[in-house]
T-cell receptor, first 116, second 114 residues
Framework: GNSVTQMEGPVTLSEEAFLTINCTYTATGYPSLFWYVQYPGEGLQLLLKATKADDKGSNKGFEATYRKETTSFHLEKGSVQVSDSAVYFCALSFTINAGNNRKLIWGLGTSLAVNP | DAGVIQSPRHEVTEMGQEVTLRCKPISGHDYLFWYRQTMMRGLELLIYFNNNVPIDDSGMPEDRFSAKMPNASFSTLKIQPSEPRDSAVYFC????????????FGPGTRLTVT
């Protein structure tokens, strides 16, 4: 079946440190991959996405590359800021029926705390 | 656009009471999703609608949960009777067909059942 596994948190970093949050997936077919971010007290919002193999999604200094050979979509940022403190969710989108309805499968989320 | 609107933002109720959560999706969006978020199970899809029609309700935990979408601008999630294990944050999200499947989330309703 389809599933998403992401590294457990919490992750605690100092400001300007390098960030990696690992995400691997299992899927049939050709899923799209996403990273969503949830700031304290808010709903989730899309951070970046990639819709096919070797695509790189990027936004706000974050990047992730869709690696089909390793079934991975790791999130990276070269220099984190205190304002990046949030929970990060990896997600996979796949088609569930011939009517082109799609479903998102979510990872459990990784909490990131960045200290000044 | 105001984004996805949910009400109430916080709800505290006693076990056995009926709870109704409300959602107004972004105007023009034709998909609406209800999620539940807990520390133990993370983010779970409960049900989603396309053009007001329920498409997949396999995530609804049991018959105590029901969801309706009487029109394109309003949906409700009802729990009757509520139980302490229903305590969670409930999110509503919407998206536009063909939009690379990006979902827009509301701020959530934090439900506490005592």
């Amino acid at each position: 079946g389809n599933s998403v596994t992401q590294m457990e948190g919490p992750v605690t970093l100092s400001e300007e440190a390098f960030l990696t949050i690992n995400c691997t997936y299992t899927a049939t077919g050709y899923p799209s991959l996403f990273w969503y971010v949830q700031y304290p007290g808010e709903g989730l919002q899309l951070l970046l996405k990639a819709t096919k193999a070797d695509d790189k999604g990027s936004n706000k200094g974050f990047e992730a590359t869709y690696r089909k050979e390793t079934t991975s979509f790791h999130l990276e940022k070269g220099s984190v800021q205190v304002s990046d403190s949030a929970v990060y969710f990896c997600a996979l989108s796949f088609t569930i029926n011939a009517g082109n309805n799609r479903k998102l499968i979510w990872g459990l989320g990784t909490s990131l705390a960045v200290n000044p | 656009d105001a984004g996805v609107i949910q009400s109430p933002r916080h709800e505290v109720t006693e076990m056995g009471q009926e709870v109704t959560l409300r959602c107004k999706p972004i105007s023009g969006h034709d998909y609406l999703f209800w999620y539940r978020q807990t520390m133990m199970r993370g983010l779970e899809l409960l049900i989603y609608f396309n053009n007001n029609v329920p498409i997949d309700d396999s995530g609804m935990p049991e018959d105590r949960f029901s969801a309706k979408m009487p029109n394109a601008s309003f949906s409700t999630l009802k729990i009757q009777p509520s139980e302490p294990r229903d305590s969670a944050v409930y999110f509503c999200a919407s998206r536009l067909a063909g939009s690379s499947y990006e979902q827009y989330f509301g701020p959530g309703t934090r439900l506490t059942v005592t």
